[in-house]
């Protein structure tokens, strides 16, 4: 979800600038004045926008340690960190204020001194929530990291690729797995349209919906024996647009003498999840 900016309206003039770079840096960002309309509920609305965020920047200033609005939505932040045992709140000083207590042992982005430094810091600190294409799958026992691009083929067709690796520290094996989708004329025109537009991430998380749904009457786990690689190939169809998908998979490593169980439609899944948890607003359905 956007990234939430926590600050006081006397501070609007850095929070703007702030803002539009973060924008220009293919951040997305919710501010209270670019998404409130007349008549909305602003306690409902923020509430919303708190609770789905996945970072709040908190910009400290003088000015906000003494807004009681900042200290309830720093407080809201920092009750998600305790739960959810990950980093939500990045704070900004921009002013010589009192950083408030159970922030002054994070580090924080000073723009005071070097504000280009300190707005490459933030920017590089989100990096891992605002990119759409790319993540890691959390499981118990281990974790699958990801990463989705796409380009022509030899036929002019646009193909997404999606490559998935499983791995944990107890695991003496990797699972290599890949995803490749090809776009039929429609489809390939639309993404590139799309692209043109910087709506590429919508167009794209549409088509592994489409995928995932044959998912329901085709699951699509695969068991691994040996060092083979492994393949299914399916079609999809949404309207106009055709899509050819072809899932590789193999095991690399120690081989322990026992079968692994590999679930690449989970993996589809959850990309396209991350994908609109990244690109989506906090009113869209």
């Known amino acids: 979800m956007p990234i939430f900016i926590s600050y006081s309206q006397r501070d609007r003039e850095f929070v703007d600038n702030l803002a539009r770079n973060l924008v220009a840096a293919k951040h997305h960002v919710w501010m ?16 919303g926008a708190l609770t789905a965020a996945d970072a709040i920047l908190v910009v400290l200033s003088n ?29 900004c000083v921009i002013d010589d204020c009192t950083v408030p207590l159970f922030l002054r ?9 070097d504000p280009d430094v300190a707005f490459n810091m933030v920017d590089r600190s989100l990096a891992k929530i605002s990119n759409p294409f790319q993540g890691r799958i959390e499981e118990p026992k281990f974790h699958t990291d990801w990463a989705l691009d796409w380009n022509k083929n030899a036929d002019g067709r646009m193909v997404i690729h999606c490559t998935f690796v499983d791995h944990g520290h107890d695991l003496p094996y990797v699972v290599l797995s890949e995803c490749n989708i090809t776009c039929n004329d429609h489809a390939s025109k639309a993404l590139l349209s799309a692209q043109k537009r910087e709506e590429h991430g919508k167009f794209i998380e549409r088509v592994l919906r489409t995928i995932s749904d044959t998912f329901d009457f085709n699951p699509l786990k695969g068991r691994i024996t040996d060092q083979f690689a492994r393949f299914v190939s399916w079609q999809a169809h949404d309207e106009d647009f055709h ?43």
Do not use: Q
């Not at 209270?32 to 509430?47: F, P, V």
């Not at 000015?63 to 704070?91: D, F, H, Q, T, Y």
């Open 105 to 113: 042992d994070k580090l924080y982005a000073d723009f005071r001194t």
């Open 32 to 47: 209270d004045r670019w998404e409130l309309n007349l008549g909305d509920s602003l306690t409902a609305k923020i509430e």
């Open 63 to 91: 000015n906000s340690v003494e807004s009681e609005w900042c200290r309830r939505e720093l407080s809201a932040g920092l009750i998600r960190e305790l739960e959810e045992k990950k980093v939500v709140v990045m704070p």
């Open 243 to 285: 899509y050819d998908a072809l899932v590789t998979y193999r095991r690399l490593g120690t081989d322990t003498g026992m079968d692994t169980i590999v679930h690449v439609d989970n993996h589809i899944k959850m990309a396209k999840d991350h994908i609109r948890a990244v690109i989506s607003r906090p009113d869209d359905n």
